[in-house]
């Protein structure tokens, strides 16, 4: 996402709207697999900016899309969070076989530290068992987000990425 004319008259003072999609043909997908794109850099060469890969992911029944546009612009999404139905090649510490995952997560640059995850994390509160994914040094705002409030590191991958669970007082 550039810096608009629409950012400009946005601030983070703008009171942001939040949004569900559970529909995999919603119109307003392509907008957050753009914001999606710029936040991470993605260029559609792999399945996490491929337009058929987030569709197909949303046909699930438990896979749905959370994201924060501001009041007056509903087609300007500033933040999302994508909800996957994940089966783990290895039960949770729980014993969980399979669940809802955060496949994808992030909040464009000028919205940041502005409590965007924090709200949109507080939504999912009546989900039970719920993963997450991040790398320390690629994604150190997300690591020091999830470490700081008490989210159980569940285990490592060979590639350094860390999946974690949601401590239940959360
Ligand atoms: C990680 C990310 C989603 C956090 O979103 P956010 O809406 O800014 O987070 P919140 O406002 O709820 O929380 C802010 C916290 O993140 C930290 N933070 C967020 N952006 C930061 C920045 N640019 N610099 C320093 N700290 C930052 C704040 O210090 C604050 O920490 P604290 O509340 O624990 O003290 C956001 O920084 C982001 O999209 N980063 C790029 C993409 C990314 O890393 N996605 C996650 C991949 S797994």
Redesign the pocket.
Known sequence: MTTSTAATAHTPQTPLQLHRIDNSDDENIPRILALSNA??DFDGSTKHGLISYWRDCLAHPSSFILYLAPHDQPTRPV?FLFVIWRKYDEPLKNGTAEGPHVW??????E?????????M?HELHNIDNFT????PR??P??W??LT??GWIQEREFEDGKVMFTRPAQI
């Open positions: 936040i991470f933040a994808l997560a992030g909040v464009s640059a919205w940041r530290r502005g409590g965007c995850l924090a709200r994390i997450i994914c991040t790398h690629r994604y705002h997300m020091n987000w700081r409030r």
